[in-house]
Every structure is written in structure tokens, then in C-alpha cells.
């Protein structure tokens, strides 16, 4: 999946009589949530499950020893 991209202008390629911009550039919109490949997706997904089992496993032995 590619980013979609955006013109932009640095403030100092605009010239301040014109206003019109001497060098556009092209980038991509910034995304809240980053693009993974499957290897990394799969990183995050056993990060965050052990973190999740780690937490659960200190629940129930704190139930078990009241």
C-alpha cells in the first residue's frame, strides 16, 4: 500500500511579493499509524499479547493470594 503524497512549499522557497512558491515539493501525508511489513507487524502483535499475558498472569496470582 503506497502513502498518498501532497505538494508542499517551504516558507523561504515563497516569494513574499507573489506569493507564489519557487520549488514545490512532494511528500507523503503523514499517517497515525505506520505502515509494517508482516515481520514487524507480527513483532508488535507478540509484543503487545506478552504484555497483555504478563499482566493477566500478576492478576491471578494476586487473586490467589488473598
Known amino acids: 500500500m503506497s502513502l498518498p503524497m501532497v ?3 517551504l ?3 515563497i516569494d513574499q511579493t507573489t ?3 519557487s520549488q ?3 511528500v507523503h501525508i503523514p499517517s497515525l499509524i505506520p ?3 508482516t515481520a ?3 513483532a508488535v ?3 503487545v499479547l506478552s504484555v ?3 499482566a493477566y498472569g500478576f492478576k491471578k496470582m494476586k487473586r490467589v493470594g488473598d
Do not use: L, R
Open 52 to 54: 497483555w499475558a504478563i
Open 24 to 26: 514545490i515539493m512532494w
Open 19 to 21: 506569493g507564489a512558491c
Open 45 to 47: 502483535g507478540v509484543a
Open 35 to 37: 505502515e509494517f511489513d
Open 11 to 13: 516558507s523561504e522557497n
Open 7 to 9: 505538494m508542499m512549499c
Open 40 to 42: 514487524s507487524g507480527v
